[in-house]
T-cell receptor
Framework: AQSVAQPEDQVNVAEGNPLTVKCTYS??????LFWYVQYPNRGLQFLLK??????LVKGSYGFEAEFNKSQTSFHLKKPSALVSDSALYFC????????????FGPGTRLSVLP | ETGVTQSPTHLIKTRGQQVTLRCSSQ?????VSWYQQALGQGPQFIFQ???????GRGNFPPRFSGLQFPNYSSELNVNALELDDSALYLC??????????????FGPGTRLTVL
């Protein structure tokens, strides 16, 4: 079965500094990986996905993610954090079984301090 | 905004009651998935509907059921509500194409409280 781990419950970073939110995964075949962001009392917003190709994926709002097959990781990054980036971030892997649905990690709360 | 809408926004029920939650898919999408997100946790897959048929189910009991209509909108029904059913219920729509990992787009959710 597919699984996703987000080893940090909370990440704090100063505004203007680079940020990294970590994600590792376990899949039986080729991984389809996604990042979503959730603001308070809102649904999940799609940020980016990796299907195949270039290991560095660029997404919305200046976010990018680096796929590393040998380390089974898909870390989310941004060169310069904004206070408005403060939210809950979820990594997800696509389950290739029936329904092909998403298996989500537990989430990482990002706080960007002014 | 994703174009996925859900109703109602909030709902309060008592234990043992039944509830119906509704979702309207993004235009052009043919697949709807439902997730339960308990407080402080990631979303958990309930089930998916593709072309009006259930196309996968997570580890949820039969009292969780659903429907998808010809216009691809969907309902989630929960019978015999329990306190642990209190959660944010998320609907996600996508366009299923053969061989692709279609992105799911989420609605804002329905917050269900069971007292």
């Amino acid at each position: 079965a597919q699984s996703v781990a987000q080893p940090e419950d909370q990440v704090n970073v100063a505004e203007g500094n680079p940020l990294t939110v970590k994600c590792t995964y376990s899949v039986s075949g080729n991984p389809y990986l996604f990042w979503y962001v959730q603001y308070p009392n809102r649904g999940l917003q799609f940020l980016l996905k990796y299907i195949t190709g270039d290991n560095l994926v660029k997404g919305s709002y200046g976010f990018e993610a680096e796929f590393n097959k040998s380390q089974t990781s898909f870390h989310l990054k941004k060169p310069s954090a904004l206070v408005s980036d403060s939210a809950l971030y979820f990594c997800a892997v696509r389950d290739l079984g029936v329904g092909q649905n998403f298996v989500f990690g537990p989430g990482t709360r990002l706080s960007v301090l002014p | 905004e994703t174009g996925v809408t859900q109703s109602p926004t909030h709902l309060i029920k008592t234990r043992g009651q039944q509830v119906t939650l509704r979702c309207s898919s993004q235009s052009g999408h043919n697949t709807v998935s439902w997730y339960q997100q308990a407080l402080g946790q990631g979303p958990q897959f309930i089930f998916q509907y593709y072309r009006e048929e259930e196309n996968g189910r997570g580890n949820f009991p039969p009292r969780f059921s659903g429907l998808q209509f010809p216009n691809y909108s969907s309902e989630l029904n929960v019978n015999a509500l329990e306190l642990d059913d209190s959660a944010l219920y998320l609907c996600a729509s996508s366009l299923r194409l053969a061989g692709s990992a279609d992105t799911q787009y989420f609605g804002p959710g329905t917050r269900l409280t069971v007292l």
